[in-house]
């Protein structure tokens, strides 16, 4: 079994110039067009047997239609044996944060996706650790952009450091820091963040971070709480794949970040 914990995908029709705008920005290829049938043919060539999608939130407005979107999914693969499941999306804007996390855990959506830089707010921001604190109320995972966005390079709004002061706070129960704590930073990522109780996902970690960091990292914040995930369409499944198999000398402790790890933090047998 295997577990992708962080990809995206785009409705059908803004896929093609969603992915073309995302790669002008970022100055990055990504290795799919976006589309939901592209995603599943990558899972069936590498070999993953479901996705967690997650989308963004940009604007409050979006919620609905996000949401919705996320819905009809989950619905669609529930009896697949290739499958996505997506999370909902939720704005730090919203003029209802609780109202809205009522809705997303009553609509069977298992958590969130926040995107500091995106959504154009830092971390440790009041409306942030409102709504973390009221999602682990409610159950939800949250699973928030950490680090540099390379779209974004200039203004970091979820550093270790925020995140730190986030956990002093609130300490969300079911908080997963996407980019293996904070993309570009893992030095304080090691230093800060290593050891707390959170989940580090893999997503657009590998071919960045030297494996001796990884590693060191891995060692320090406990295998339990390292999930498998490669940002897809940005990182490539098959690839990502063959860079953790490398790293990981116990079988045991693969099993532990491919799938056992998420099964256990999702509350579902696959």
Known sequence: ????????????????????????????????????????????DSGVDVSIVLPVVTKPEQFDTINSFAMQLNEKYQEKQVRLLSFGGIHPDSSNYKKELHAIKDWGLLGIKLHPDYQNTYFDDIKYMRILDYASELGLISVIHAGVDIGFPEHVRCTPKHIQNVIKEVAPEKMVLAHYGGFDLWEEVEELLAGKKVYLDTSYTFGFIEDELFLKIL???????????TDSPWGGQKESLEHIRKLMEKPEDLNK??????????????
């Open 219 to 229: 060692e320090k914040h406990g295998i339990d709480r390292i999930l498998f995930a």
């Open 257 to 270: 970040i491919l799938w056992q790890n998420a099964e256990r933090l999702l509350g579902k047998d696959f």
């Open 1 to 44: 079994m295997i577990v992708d914990f962080h990809t995206h995908i785009f409705p059908e029709k803004i896929a093609a110039r969603t992915i073309e705008k995302l790669e002008h920005i970022a100055h990055v290829k990504a290795f799919t067009d976006g589309r939901e049938q592209s995603l599943i043919a990558s899972m069936e």
